[in-house]
């Protein structure tokens, strides 16, 4: 059976960018797939599980 793929681990930085695309109304299925995330790590930046402390980046 084939080893199932993971997300890379989402950073700071990738949190930061991913807040302005949050902000500037971007799909969080479409942030997901340009990042190569699971939909859910989107979300749980939207929401302030994950990486509450980190501020939108200024540009992409």
């Known amino acids: 059976m084939p080893t199932p793929r993971r997300s890379p681990k989402v950073t700071p930085d990738m949190a930061a960018a991913i807040k302005l ?4 109304k971007m799909m969080q ?5 340009r990042f190569g995330i699971n939909p859910g790590r989107v979300s749980e930046i939207n929401t302030g599980k994950l990486y509450p402390e ?7």
């Open 21 to 24: 695309l949050l902000r500037r």
């Open 29 to 33: 299925h479409d942030i997901a797939a």
């Open 54 to 60: 980190v501020s939108a980046a200024r540009d992409v």
